[in-house]
């Protein structure tokens, strides 16, 4: 049981580049979630998806995409990556309920040249 | 805006004394607050939570109080251990279960 997963665990793109994070659950959980951490701030939620075939915008979705493969895998996808999103990826699962506790990877830190 | 703020970016408790790690918000619609501990190169671990309609949930060494009326709660972690080292996340749940996270409060219990 490795609950979630997260590839790549480092990535230095340039400016311009493009690439997919990918994140893969066990638990057979409905809800997943990306963040970013960037220094002194807390987690930010870039885009979730509640089921399979939905997903919807957090609180900071511009310059990213993503795609609910199946009900296992989320990922989220930069088509031109800019040095503002140099931050630490974190993708998450939970069940849908109300407090619901977030089921964490280990995150992808990503630097943009 | 920041909608969940842990003003202390750090804390230094001695082993065996009481930690608090404070947390105010600015949301009335949050429906639970939650905790989140983070160990360096990991992802948040789960802790405890609280409803906002309760003021106080206890597991263990781990205490929450909310206080609605200041739009403030707290982590109460008692005895404090080497192990609790940790940064420390407070947020707040709205609907579809979006987190909205604190900046982190980094504990440091000295041995």
């Known amino acids: 049981n490795a609950g979630v997963t997260q590839t790549p665990k480092f990535q230095v793109l340039k400016t311009g580049q493009s690439m997919t994070l990918q994140c893969a659950q066990d638990?057979?959980?409905?809800?997943m979630y990306w963040y970013r951490q960037d220094p002194g701030m807390g987690l930010r939620l870039i885009y979730y998806s509640a089921s399979e075939g939905t997903t919807d915008k957090g609180e900071v979705p511009n310059g990213y995409n993503v795609s609910r493969l199946n009900k296992r895998e989320f990922s989220l996808r930069l088509e031109s990556a800019a040095p503002s999103q140099t931050s630490v990826y974190f993708c998450a699962s939970s069940e849908i309920r109300a407090n619901n506790e977030q089921f964490f990877g280990p995150g992808t830190r990503l630097t943009v040249l | 805006d920041q909608q969940v703020k842990q003003n202390s970016p750090s804390l230094s408790v001695q082993e065996g004394r009481i930690s608090i790690l404070n947390c105010d918000y600015t949301n009335s619609m949050f429906d639970y607050f939650l905790w989140y501990k983070k160990y360096p190169a990991e992802g948040p671990t789960f802790l405890i939570s609280?409803?906002?309609?309760?003021d106080k949930n206890e597991d263990g060494r781990f205490t929450v109080f909310l206080n609605k009326s200041a739009k403030h709660l707290s982590l109460h972690i008692v005895p404090s251990q080497p192990g609790d080292s940790a940064v420390y996340f407070c947020a707040g749940e709205t609907g579809a279960n979006n987190l909205f996270f604190g900046t982190g409060t980094r504990l440091t219990v000295i041995p």
């Open positions: 609280i409803s906002s309609i309760k």
């Open positions: 638990m057979n959980h409905n809800s």
